[in-house]
């Protein structure tokens, strides 16, 4: 596992964050398929298009943990997707919300941002703070996708697994 870019113990204060590089950093297997799907699809581009997502070819057992979400404007974000696994583990169904009008979801709006500004995928483990199951704590990895020129961030593909 490669040297983490800052490693903390999860906590609200200081969650554990990455830039992954490689699937091989990822010890959970279905952030890794979706990582390893993800940079499938980018090959030798810094992102792939948003486009090039095929839920038919995202690997099955993955779908389930999958959020997609939507770059609806400078540093405004909508869930477009949300996972049947993250629903149930959350508890609650984000579709079509702004991540910013989530009560708790402040960490995941900045997280978001500087996303839009570094433009690699990372990964973070943190405690759920944006739902009322709010005792459990989920590993992602978040990766980017290109809008048709390949040069704007214009969707992020997201997995998340609970713990």
């Not at 906590?11 to 952030?31: I, K, W, Y």
């Not at 405004?76 to 049947?84: E, H, I, K, S």
């Not at 919300?97 to 996303?115: C, D, K, M, P, V």
């Amino acid at each position: 596992m490669p040297e983490p870019v800052s490693v903390f113990h999860a906590s609200v204060e200081s969650p554990q964050f990455f830039a992954v590089e490689s699937g091989d950093a990822l010890s959970a297997p279905l952030l890794r398929a979706l990582f390893d799907y993800w940079h499938g699809l980018r090959g030798d581009r810094p992102m792939p298009l948003f486009t090039e997502l095929d839920p038919l070819d995202i690997p099955r057992k993955a779908l389930p943990h999958v959020f997609l979400i939507d770059v609806a404007g400078p540093n405004r974000f909508v869930v477009r997707l949300q996972g049947t696994e993250v629903v149930h583990q959350a508890g609650v169904d984000l579709t079509g919300r702004f991540i910013h009008e989530i009560e708790g979801a402040e960490g995941t709006q900045s997280r978001f941002e500087n996303l839009l500004v570094d433009r690699q995928p990372y990964y973070c483990r943190v405690p759920l703070s944006w739902s009322r199951n709010d005792f459990k704590v989920y590993e992602t990895v978040v990766c980017p996708l290109a809008d048709g020129s390949g040069t704007e961030i214009r969707r992020i593909f997201t997995g998340v697994v609970f713990s």
